[in-house]
């Protein structure tokens, strides 16, 4: 059983920052293409941010310019630097890990953007 790790949600207030790690088996981080996903209450679950293997990023529209996904491969971790956040970005954020068909997901952690 492939497990992914998340910790970092938590209630910010609007313009603040948060920063989420997901750790993963390091057979499964080396190659995999590790990705956040969110899904807010009656939406569908949307892409953030992807990063490849070989460092190569993906962002959603929504936010472009204001998150930041990295990794650490000593560590078998992927980030996701959320900074100038807004209410609508009020979701369960969900790491990813893909590579072709097979895919494995994290339970989720919370993030609340409220004043």
């Known amino acids: 059983q492939v497990q992914l790790v998340e910790s970092g949600g938590g209630l910010v207030q609007p313009g603040g920052s948060l920063r989420l790690s997901c750790a993963a088996p390091?057979?499964?981080?080396?190659?995999?293409?590790m990705g956040w996903y969110r899904q807010a209450p009656g939406k569908q679950r949307e892409l953030v941010a992807a990063i490849t293997s070989g460092g190569r990023t993906n962002y959603g529209d929504s936010v472009k310019g204001r998150f930041t996904i990295s990794r650490d491969n000593a560590k078998n971790t992927v980030y996701l630097q959320m900074n100038s956040l807004k209410p609508e970005d009020t979701a369960a954020y969900y790491c990813n890990a893909e590579y072709g068909v097979r895919g494995y997901w994290g339970r989720g952690t919370q993030v609340t953007v409220s004043s």
């Open positions: 390091r057979s499964i981080f080396n190659i995999y293409t």
